[in-house]
């Protein structure tokens, strides 16, 4: 329940209409089954349960559900134009040499024609090299080891954009 000890950042969240919360949800996740749990679960009372309740929606996420969340994530290396939440995420590999980002431009068509799908890591404090040599050890993986792992990463990143939506009132 909203109450006067709800932080701003959360009542304004709960506050907002369903078209207005589910497109912030949107750009957090896009993975519908994700964004509408999220929404059927407001008002929440505290950051952490918001949280939480992210955490569960994805770990009840749909191999199809995690393909929609995949594809609103650009390649590591290549954030979309005009995609500030990409842009910051991937600050790692800004300022990474030309060979480096060839090289993470190789492994990502490579990791794409074995797996399917982008890449995922939650790139956020990692250095280009260090997301490089997270997507050579991943690359052997399983695909089912890797859906794992890739829901696991999608959990991390929403957690840093759900707090985002918070401070800012954007992700």
């Given at each position: 329940m909203t109450s006067s000890s709800t932080p701003p950042?959360?009542?304004?969240?709960?506050a907002l209409d369903e078209h207005a919360a589910l497109a912030?949800?949107?750009?957090?996740c896009t993975a519908t089954a994700w964004a509408q749990r999220l929404l059927a679960a407001r008002p929440y009372a505290t950051p952490e349960d918001l949280y939480a309740a992210g955490d569960a929606a994805m770990a009840g996420l749909t191999a199809e559900d995690l393909a929609e969340?995949?594809?609103?994530?650009?390649?590591?290396?290549?954030p979309r134009p005009g995609d500030p939440a990409s842009a910051r995420e991937q600050r790692g590999m800004a300022g990474a040499s030309e060979e480096l980002k060839a090289e993470m431009l190789e492994l990502n068509l490579a990791y794409q024609e074995r797996f399917g799908h982008v890449f995922l890591i939650c790139a956020t404090g990692k250095t280009g090299e260090q997301m490089r040599d997270a997507l050579r050890?991943?690359?052997?993986n399983t695909p089912e080891q890797e859906r794992e792992i890739v829901r696991t990463e999608l959990g991390k990143?929403?957690?840093?954009?759900?707090?985002r939506l918070l401070e800012e009132g954007t992700p």
């Open positions: 950042g959360l009542a304004r969240f709960n912030a949800l949107h750009e957090v969340a995949m594809a609103g994530h650009p390649p590591i290396g290549r050890a991943r690359i052997g990143i929403n957690r840093i954009r759900l707090a």
